[in-house]
């Protein structure tokens, strides 16, 4: 992500917009060229020479917050590392104390004093067993300047191979995990992270982000759980409109915030705000706005509005979750296929807001005629999930709620008190009929057949 | 009623109604506090009306399960067997007097830390100390360290500029307590803020109010501000509990010292570009009007520079002509000079960029402290300077605000910045003399001819109002 000072945004009246670039403009895409070319070349050489080289692009170029900040993107993408035969700090220890007792060390040595510096070097190369121009350039090679690139995406410098695969990749701007598979490095992708990032960049000092969406819930919500924020859920319809139940639902929107949102505004949230970003354009359909705060440079802040949706063209690098959570989902979904049913299996299309936690039941049973019930597949998991998963399906306490249970699992109808008639059993696979059964007697009418 | 610490908040479930301080927070259906009234709603929840205790069943709350705390109690004695001043003494008497609580303020120089250093053995909780720089806070660290060490099984933990360290006591810079307190909030009994007038701002004001610290210590020499926001610090520290006038303590800590200007010329190679880049971004300014004694005529150019390419180039041009007047290769030979005359001394070498110091470092084995230099590290050479392990320390601008560094008798400064503040109390801290029968000696080594012929005066009109410029 950018940091704070390479943003790039402009406030008219009480709305705040990103200088989003054009990624087809020539001039960008020159750029981002030049500059991949330069990482490359890099490859094995000092952070410090990367960013001189860097910094020669941007002498004369007012569009020099573009410039560092698509380099900022490519340096999110690399690994640097200390390379030297000894720790540094342990090769200087030994010369500051081998130097204090050969003081003076000076440059124009008067006599006598001409090789106090080489001796001391070369004492403590020896004691080291390394050669004096190691112990030179190793005494500081730990200098955040002086660290090698020895990873460029998937590129690895040659003489590091070794070292870059054994370590790991943690992004410390909070990109997840799964999101890095990183493609191949090119100007669109770079230019495309950009434009995502500078929307990012105005999220930091968001308060409250207010977003709707029309499909990938499960996706959605994880990133909301992802990255700490809080959230209060109303189903809407097609037009954003809030309704009153998840059955008749068309999308969500979702309210975020951070705990200590209720005493005032406070834009700690912001930056869990704009590493959540990135979830949005895994949407077909989706709108998001978010309260920034301003302190226009003076002592009064105002609150901006910011806004963006799915015609921004903003696109994601973050993975959208599976289609399905195991083989138990996948197969009862081929299954339903081929059956010969007018219910219609859809799958998580259902929010449940269960205060700090969310249930996104793994599928809809609907019929055409409007009736309507959410099914959840209990199947093989640890003892905490399963502990889990039973106390969601018993606070989200719905009426059409019908459960499927592995036999395998340690629980018993008990688990289900009150609601173990609407717990299907199965032993290794799920028969469709046995839920459409289920679901005939558990339906309600959730809207009116067209 | 149970207590929790929840990403900077106190949730309390099952609470009543009549809870204190609490707000309904509908996303979760259950009572929410920020999590500075700790020590309050617990107070609350206990006693009732003042005498009743927890035990006794007329308590305003049938059962209190308190899961917010996560610190703990110890027993620390500093090792640092120095006898309070009385005004430390009178400071810390007030503070316990208050509950814990509240603001000192004691001018620079009049051991803030030590006054810290004695509440944290006094509070005996684990202990944040939050400061405002990464060189406030590796100076911090050095002092805990030295105070406490041994008795801490990790060591003092350091939170900021590279360190994510956290123990029994952990400094941390306002930056960074801001961005992990609610993950930490609940782990520290006694929170410590040093300059605490930086601590009115929407963002850093979080610090104390996402932790649940009942004890608290605010210390400072200038309390107020001009914007009158320090009164919000009552709410989030407490009140100001002692306050020590300046005039009181002056003369008592400052040195005596003897300054010594040296000029060098710039090679010819160095002077050529120099009179170059100078020149362009002269012209530049000339042919633009800017008023730039003015402070709002500087502001003006900076301005410009984001939006015109000329600007722009005048700009780097004006950093690399300071950069070259700052690192003058025969700053080197100066300095070499010096080296040999006070091989014996304990010497301090200042310079104004990182490179250079590291230069230096290197051409003269010296050890060296920069920004980069990691806490831990800075520690142990501070440690082996203070025994004279090592005699001779390289420094970029990293004494700043209220830093007390041991003592040497010679500082050579390469180059500085023109604030005359921080210029000031460079000086005032480092040098004392080894003996009675030699004073402690500064050295200026500035470039000829170039723009810091021109701060360097500035900043001794700064220093002293009878200077002879």
């Keep these: 992500m950018l940091t704070a000072n390479l943003a790039r945004s402009r406030t008219h009246e009480d709305t705040i917009t990103p200088l989003f670039i054009d990624a087809s403009e020539q001039q960008y895409r020159e750029t981002a060229e030049e500059l991949i070319q330069i990482f490359e070349a890099h490859l094995g050489e000092p952070k410090g020479d990367l960013e001189d080289t860097i910094d020669q692009l941007t002498i004369a170029d007012t569009d020099y917050k573009v410039v560092q900040g698509l380099a900022k993107l490519l340096k999110d993408e690399c690994e640097f590392e200390t390379v030297a035969p000894v720790e540094p700090h342990e090769i200087r220890q030994r010369l500051f104390e081998k130097a204090n007792e050969s003081y003076p060390i000076v440059r124009q040595p008067t006599l006598g004093e001409d090789t106090q510096k080489l001796e001391v070097y070369s004492s403590v190369a020896d004691a080291l067993g390394i050669t004096l121009e190691e112990c030179h350039q190793g005494m500081y090679a730990d200098l955040e300047e002086h660290k090698r690139l020895v990873r460029f995406g998937h590129r690895v410098s040659d003489e590091c191979q070794d070292a870059a695969e054994s370590s790991t990749t943690t992004q410390l701007t909070g990109d997840s995990e799964e999101s890095y598979a990183a493609d191949t490095i090119t100007p669109d992708w770079l230019l495309t992270r950009y434009n995502l990032a500078l929307a990012q960049a105005v999220l930091y000092d968001a308060t409250e982000m207010r977003v709707r969406v029309w499909d990938s819930f499960a996706t959605v919500f994880s990133y909301v759980k992802l990255f700490g924020l809080m959230h209060r859920i109303y189903p809407i319809d097609s037009n954003g409109n809030r309704v009153g139940s998840t059955d008749a639902a068309d999308g969500y929107e979702a309210i975020l915030d951070g705990a200590a949102s209720l005493f005032s505004k406070s834009r700690k949230y912001g930056i869990r705000m704009a590493n959540f970003l990135p979830a949005l354009p895994l949407c077909d359909r989706w709108e998001m706005e978010a309260d920034i705060l301003d302190d226009g440079g003076g002592s009064t802040t105002q609150t901006l509005s910011f806004a963006l949706d799915d015609t921004d063209d903003l696109s994601s690098h973050y993975a959208a979750q599976s289609d399905f959570d195991s083989d138990v989902e996948r197969t009862l979904a081929q299954k339903w296929e081929r059956a010969n049913t007018d219910w219609e299996l859809i799958r998580e299309d259902d929010v449940l807001d269960l205060g700090a936690e969310v249930m996104l039941p793994d599928f809809a049973i609907e019929h055409s005629d409007g009736r309507r019930v959410i099914f959840e597949i209990v199947g093989f998991w640890t003892p905490e999930y399963l502990a889990e998963k039973l106390a969601k399906i018993r606070e989200a306490n719905r009426d059409n709620l019908i459960v499927a249970v592995s036999e395998r699992l340690d629980c018993s109808s008990a688990d289900f008190d009150g609601m173990d008639d609407r717990v299907l059993w199965f032993k290794s696979g799920i028969h469709v009929y046995d839920v459409v059964e289920l679901a005939e007697e558990y339906a309600i009418e959730a809207f009116s057949a067209e | ?469």
């Design chain 2, 1 to 469: 009623m149970r207590l929790s610490f929840d990403d900077g908040t106190l949730l309390l479930e099952d609470a009543p109604e009549a809870v204190p301080y609490a707000e309904w927070d509908d996303r979760v259906g259950e009572h929410r506090a920020q999590a500075q009234h700790y020590r309050p709603i617990r107070k609350w929840a206990t006693e009732s009306d003042g005498q009743v205790t927890l035990e006794e069943s007329t308590a305003t709350v049938d059962e209190i399960e308190d899961d917010a705390r996560a610190y703990s109690d110890f027993y620390l004695t500093p090792s640092v067997a120095i006898e309070p001043r009385e005004y430390q003494q009178d400071a810390l008497s007030a503070w316990q007097d208050n509950g814990r609580q509240g603001s000192v303020i004691l001018p620079t120089g009049s051991g803030k830390t030590f006054l810290a250093v004695q509440a944290i053995a006094d509070a005996g909780v684990s202990t944040l100390v939050v400061v405002p720089t990464i060189d406030l806070m590796n100076q911090w660290h050095a002092t805990l360290t030295n105070a406490f060490g041994d008795q801490l099984p990790d060591g003092v933990g350091v939170l900021g500029g590279g360190s994510h360290n956290i123990a029994d006591i952990t400094v941390t810079t306002y930056d960074s307590a801001y961005r992990y307190i609610n993950e930490y909030g609940d782990q520290f009994g006694l929170l410590v803020v040093d300059e605490v007038h930086h601590l009115p701002a929407p963002t850093y004001q979080q610090i104390p109010e996402m932790t649940i610290a009942p004890y608290r210590l605010g210390l400072t020499a200038t309390y107020e501000r001009a914007d009158g926001a320090h009164e919000e610090l009552e709410d989030l520290l407490g009140t100001v509990v002692y306050r020590e006038a300046v005039d009181e303590l002056a003369g008592e800590y400052l040195s005596e010292y003897e300054t010594i200007h040296l000029q060098v010329e710039l090679t010819d190679e160095e002077r050529t570009t120099y009179d170059e880049e100078y020149q362009i971004y002269r012209d530049y300014v000339d042919s633009h009007d800017f008023e730039l004694w003015k402070e709002n005529g500087y502001q003006e150019f900076l301005k410009r520079t984001s939006y015109d390419p000329q600007g722009r180039r005048a700009l780097i041009a004006k950093q690399r002509a300071e950069n070259i007047a700052r690192t003058a290769e025969k700053k080197l030979d100066t300095l070499d000079n010096l080296l040999k005359r006070h091989y014996n001394d304990r010497t301090i070498i200042f310079t104004a960029n990182n490179e250079f110091a590291y230069e230096i470092s290197q051409e003269f084995v010296v050890p060296c402290i920069t920004h980069q230099t990691e806490t831990d590290e800075r520690t142990e050479i501070l440690e082996r300077f203070r025994t004279g392990e090592y005699s001779m320390l390289a420094t970029s601008q990293v004494l700043d605000e209220g830093i007390d560094v041991p003592s040497a008798n010679v500082g050579i400064i390469l180059s500085g910045s023109a604030s005359k503040r921080q210029y000031a109390q460079r000086l005032g801290r480092i040098l004392r003399p080894t003996d009675d029968r030699q004073p402690a000696r500064l050295y200026e080594i500035i470039a000829e001819d170039t723009v810091e012929t021109y701060v360097s005066e500035q900043r001794r009109q700064g220093v002293a109002a009878n200077a002879d410029s």
